[in-house]
């Protein structure tokens, strides 16, 4: 009997401990915060200039679907595929989708990034992409690097190199409620 | 051997030999375009990602970009042709080592069976008279050369192996 009293009493401690725990607020082992970059991850907050001056921030995000893309002009896979992002801007964008071109300067510009955009076709916002932003989603290691967020900021696909429209389109859609 | 002998031997040579582990191993690029560290890496990754791959090496300096296959893959040389310049990378030359066996068809054209479903056109030439019809060999071999003065190639044309080098006879 006394054993029984005793596990008892040591269930009952153990159990208040986890109550407590619970109420303080810290985090359970079970809810793991994916690291930046990586699939599950946030969106990072951010304020930058876009390159005509105008402010992007994380907040005009909020709610939309959105593609962040890495890119550089003297990138020719970026090239390739950075018209295929606009005509996913034009065709989803209202229905709550956006994308942010984030233009490495780790090396200097072949030409103008705006008349490079203009003749590209490609007329969403862009800015600068600086070492702090860069780290913001978790270091980026090779262009193109592009990363879907869905309408909650979880980071749901990520592409590092070039990659077809059709395999962004297919993974956005069912995140903007479309069906096939 | 007469032509009817030998079409024959083309289209039943999958059956009367068989071409276990023949297959494409690795193919050789050399790459125009890849104007830095990032845009290598991303080429690199990219290329892994495609059917058959099991890994991509990229010299950035030297233009180079190395792939071999899984050992029990199968890898696509004209696949991985048109994803390169779909990453928009040009692809100055592609080359292969492969094993598999010569056969010849019944207009007498010879081609490079490496798997039931793929083969390649053979260009004739000296290294081709060394090897036995449908002996069983490991070749080194150009397959791509980018035409000269042509922007955009066109890769819906079927790839030409010119054999360079016989590694090994079986």
């Known amino acids: ?180 | 051997m007469g032509a009817r002998k030998l079409g024959l031997l083309f289209l039943f040579s999958s059956v009367l030999v068989p071409l276990s582990k023949a297959q494409v191993q690795r193919i050789e690029m050399h790459v125009e375009g890849m104007t830095c560290n990032y845009c290598a890496f991303g080429v690199k990754k990219h290329l892994g990602r495609q059917s058959g791959v099991q890994n991509v090496e990229v010299a950035l300096l030297d233009g180079k970009v190395d792939i071999t296959a899984k050992g029990d893959g199968h890898i696509a040389p004209a696949q991985l042709l048109k994803a390169t310049y779909d990453s928009g990378v040009t692809v100055a030359q592609m080359d292969m080592t492969a094993r598999g066996r010569v056969v010849k068809d019944r207009a007498g054209n010879f081609a490079f069976q490496v798997e039931p479903d793929q083969s390649f056109a053979i260009a004739p030439n000296d290294l081709l008279k060394r090897i036995e019809p449908l002996a069983i060999v490991t070749i080194y071999g150009e397959l791509y050369r980018k035409p000269a003065g042509e922007e955009i190639p066109d890769l819906s044309a079927p790839l030409k192996l010119v054999i360079l080098n016989v590694q090994k006879k079986e």
Not at chain 1, 35 to 41: D, L, Q, R, V, Y
Not at chain 1, 45 to 60: H, P, T, W, Y
Not at chain 1, 128 to 147: C, R, S, Y
Request: proline share 6%; hydrophobic share 40%.
């Open chain 1, 1 to 180: 009997m006394p054993s029984q009293s005793l596990l008892f009493l040591s269930l009952a401690v153990i159990g208040l401990a986890g109550c407590n725990q619970h109420r303080s607020g810290r985090p359970q082992p079970q809810e793991l915060v994916s690291a930046a970059g990586e699939i599950g991850s946030h969106l990072p907050e951010f304020l930058v200039k876009d390159l005509q001056g105008r402010d992007i921030s994380s907040a005009d995000l909020r709610g939309k679907v959105a593609l962040i893309d890495f890119w550089a002009t003297w990138c020719q896979p970026c090239k390739k595929e950075m018209p295929g992002y606009q005509k996913l801007a034009d065709r989803y964008g209202p229905r709550g989708f956006a994308v942010i071109g984030l233009k490495f300067d780790t090396m200097a510009d072949t030409e103008d990034p705006l008349l490079f955009a203009e003749k590209i076709g490609v007329r969403y916002p862009m800015a600068v992409a600086v070492d702090e932003l860069k780290q913001k989603f978790g270091g980026i290691e090779g262009l193109p690097t592009t990363m879907l967020y869905d309408r909650e900021g979880i980071l749901r696909k990520k592409v590092v190199g070039f990659e077809y429209t059709s395999a962004f389109e297919s993974e956005l859609r069912p995140l903007l409620s479309i069906g096939r």
